[in-house]
């Protein structure tokens, strides 16, 4: 088996009328900054998945009963609008496919950074970080450190992780 990377033979095809975001087109081959961005994209789609409370706790009652008199008292207060945007919160589901693809790209820290502890946590921080739409500054003032030395380390991890991908081949998505 040779080295050559995996290529995309035919054109882009892309209408700005029809086409969503042209800037999520994938790359030809797997790549740093396209594995660092589906890690975080990863993370994100984590964050949005239910978690199971613990059996008898939790429940669908809303958090409190209001009264009609404890709605007027509310209004009179202006803590009305208030009530009602936390009680009309809703949770956005993700997809499938993006939950398909968070399966596949959540364990690539692990199974290609193995022997490189140090850069398995910055790929993972820096990924989380980058899911809460923070940098990483962010890591370092959390975990300590320097930025650019936990930026550093995502990158060089993500190209490990590109690197293994193109090796075994795995598509690009």
């Known amino acids: 088996m040779s080295d050559m990377p995996v290529v995309r033979r035919e054109p ?7 086409d969503a975001v042209m800037e999520d087109i994938p ?33 669908s009652w809303p958090a409190y009963s209001y009264e009609f008199e404890d709605l007027l008292a509310q209004q009179e207060q202006g803590e009305l609008e208030k009530t009602q945007r ?17 399966e596949a ?7 290609y950074l193995n022997g490189a502890r ?8 820096v990924a989380m970080a980058h899911s809460l739409e923070r ?9 300590g450190g320097y930025a650019d030395t936990w930026r550093a380390n995502h990158d060089r991890g993500c190209d ?14």
Do not use: C
Not at 12 to 18: A, G, S, V
Not at 161 to 171: F, K, Q, S, T, Y
């Open 12 to 18: 882009l095809k892309f209408n700005p009328l029809e």
């Open 27 to 59: 790359p030809t081959i797997w790549d740093g900054p396209h594995v660092g961005k589906r890690l975080s994209e990863a993370m994100r789609t984590l964050r949005m998945l239910p978690m199971q409370a613990v059996a008898g706790y939790g429940g």
């Open 86 to 102: 936390m009680q009309n919160r809703t949770r956005i589901m993700p997809s499938y496919s993006d939950v398909t693809r968070m």
């Open 105 to 111: 790209a959540i364990v690539w820290p692990a199974r």
């Open 118 to 125: 140090h850069l398995m946590r910055a790929v993972n921080a």
């Open 135 to 143: 940098d990483a500054g962010w890591v370092a003032v959390k975990r």
């Open 160 to 173: 490990v992780i590109a690197a293994g991908l193109r090796a075994e081949m795995v598509p690009v998505f």
